[in-house]
T-cell receptor, first 117, second 114 residues
């Protein structure tokens, strides 16, 4: 099966600019997650979708970050305006069903490496 | 607050050795624990998922154990190969959080020398 697709792979922007990341999950996966991974750290959940509904966005900095999942398939994550501390790898993951309820493993994309200067 | 710690932070071994990576977590109230592998510049690859009711899972040369009461998990890699070189992360899915709110350790960077 095709994996989780993310684009772009790399992005360099100046602070206060805006940026958008795109994710296409594995076909049929109802649950989609966006994680932020700062260098040397483990990933941290930003937002979780179940189909096209938001399940958890408690750790999403809503003053600057937004995300949507179109028709329950593709998803975009946007940052506006970006800050220096947003420099990180943004990982998209999907699972067939919610990870906890069905012990369904997460499948990750290769991520987008964002550098804010 | 759940915290996950992985020791050692880095490990270098000669090819062919058996090795153990350690993961500890502070709160035993978890649904499951998952081990991932991350290659440089890549995303995470799921290796093994252990449900809270299970003690271990095996896949090929990998064996993961879970002792929920002591807050520990180990990943055993048999007959290591240079292709096993990567960063290994463990993550727990704790009670009280949302479905996808995995709590990750910082990882163990493994280097297997030919």
């Amino acid at each position: 099966e095709a994996g989780v697709a993310q684009s772009p792979r790399y992005k360099i922007i100046e602070k206060r600019q805006s940026v958008a990341f795109w994710c296409n999950p594995i076909s049929g996966h109802a649950t989609l997650y966006w994680y932020q991974q700062i260098l040397g750290q483990g990933p941290k959940l930003l937002i979780q979708f179940q189909n096209n509904g938001v399940v958890d966005d408690s750790q999403l900095p809503k003053d600057r970050f937004s995300a949507e999942r179109l028709k329950g398939v593709d998803s975009t994550l946007k940052i506006q305006p970006a800050k220096l501390e947003d420099s990180a790898v943004y990982l998209c993951a999907s699972s067939l069903r919610p990870q906890r309820s069905y012990n369904s493993p997460l499948h990750f994309g290769n991520g987008t490496r964002l550098t804010v200067t | 607050k759940q915290e996950v710690t992985q020791i050692p932070a880095a490990l270098s071994v000669p090819e062919g050795e058996n090795l153990v990576l350690n993961c500890s977590f502070t709160d035993s109230a978890i649904y499951n624990l998952q081990w991932f592998r991350q290659d440089p510049g890549k995303g995470l690859t799921s290796l093994l998922l252990i449900q809270s009711s299970q003690r271990e899972q095996t896949s090929g040369r990998l064996n993961a154990s879970l002792d929920k009461s002591s807050g520990r998990s180990t990943l055993y890699i048999a007959a290591s190969q240079p292709g096993d070189s990567a960063t290994y992360l463990c993550a727990v899915n704790p009670y009280g959080g949302s479905q996808g709110n995995l709590i990750f350790g910082k990882g163990t960077k493994l280097s297997v020398k030919p």
